[in-house]
């Protein structure tokens, strides 16, 4: 069995979460009042598949202003009697070390990745195979997704078989796409899992790209910002915000469902101009939405937002509704 193993790369968009562009848009009219109701999917993931390649950064480094919270770092360890922890602080530093010479940030560790990472070493050392995916097994983002509470978009994994964790960080880095993913300068968070098999030991890093974890208000102070600039942008007059008492019921009707446009939002639209959609950014409106909030004879506004981890957004969206009037 070869040292490192890299699978090759395998992209597959997701269909439902394309960023910045408007899943549809339906005009509805009533009398004099004329309704949008602009559905919009504005988060983007990397294939649910990823392997030893590097996904493409999606991230605006320069919007992240919020401190990291890594909820899982204080989780317990998985209770593995075999998995390696020498060898997998040694992966850690060694990661770090090839970061910095460099110039890159290191890593952070993450208890929460580590678990995942040694689940999957688990299951690779059982069936006594190198994969990304063994049968039955979940996706990456899935599986991230089940041991972390960290909000992620962007995620990547090494595989490896070798002697030892020296030499396995060797092989690696040797490897084009599996030092593309140590060297990633988009990532900034790790988990490492290794369990050891007679005489060589089973290596998974998991690699991911974790968000600032915002508070509802949090998130709302960013979307009204962001309406601010739309409106200055426009050359319209500020609008006054009063948010409505059920808006944040609205927009977690969307995140229940895992869809826009749910009852609750089409409720809204019968009086409101309405924008609905998801993002990863809450500071950045959907591309489409200036015309709506250009218009002339808008007044107020008001903001729903609702965070949740959902089938098609397994590591957590922000679902964000603004009703304008």
């Known amino acids: 069995m070869p040292r490192a193993h890299a699978v090759p790369e395998e992209a597959v968009p997701d269909k439902k ?26 988060a983007t993931r990397p294939s649910p598949r990823l392997t030893a390649s590097a996904a493409a950064s999606d991230t605006a480094s320069g919007k992240q202003q919020a401190t990291l919270k890594s909820a899982a770092s204080t989780a317990p360890d998985i209770p593995f009697s075999d998995f390696d922890a020498t060898s997998e602080r040694t992966l850690l530093d060694l990661a770090n070390q090839a970061r910095t010479q460099a110039g890159l940030p290191s890593l952070e560790y993450d208890a929460g990745l580590s678990r995942a990472a040694r689940i999957h070493a688990q299951a690779m050392f059982a069936a006594g195979e190198l994969s990304h995916q063994l049968d039955g097994e979940p996706s990456l983002p899935q599986r991230l997704a089940a041991a972390t509470r960290l909000q992620l978009d962007q995620e990547g994994e090494n595989v490896a078989f070798d002697l030892n964790a020296e030499d396995g960080h060797k092989h690696l880095m040797l490897s084009p796409p599996h030092r593309a993913n140590l060297l990633n300068p988009a990532y900034n968070v790790i988990g ?28 709302k102070e960013r979307v009204a910002a962001a309406v601010a600039e739309a409106r200055r942008q426009a050359g319209q007059p ?20 895992d869809q826009l446009g749910t009852p609750p939002i089409q409720q809204l639209a019968r009086r409101y101009t309405v924008l609905s959609y998801t993002s990863l950014y809450p500071e950045t409106l959907p591309a489409n939405a200036g ?12 903001i729903g937002a609702c965070y949740s981890r959902t089938d098609t957004y397994p590591t957590g969206v922000y679902w964000v509704v603004v009703a304008l009037e």
Do not use: W
């Open 238 to 257: 500020a609008l006054a915000r009063r948010d409505l008492p059920h808006a944040d019921d609205a927009a977690c009707s969307m995140a229940e469902a």
């Open 17 to 42: 979460a394309v960023r910045q562009k408007a899943g549809r848009a339906v005009i509805q009219g009533k009398a004099v009042l004329t309704v949008l109701l602009l559905v919009v999917a504005a």
């Open 291 to 302: 015309p709506a909030l250009a218009a002339r004879n808008l007044h107020s506004f008001s």
């Open 192 to 219: 490492l899992g290794v369990v050891r098999a007679p005489d060589r030991i089973y290596i998974v890093q998991d690699f991911a790209h974790a968000l600032p974890n915002y508070s509802a208000a949090e998130v």
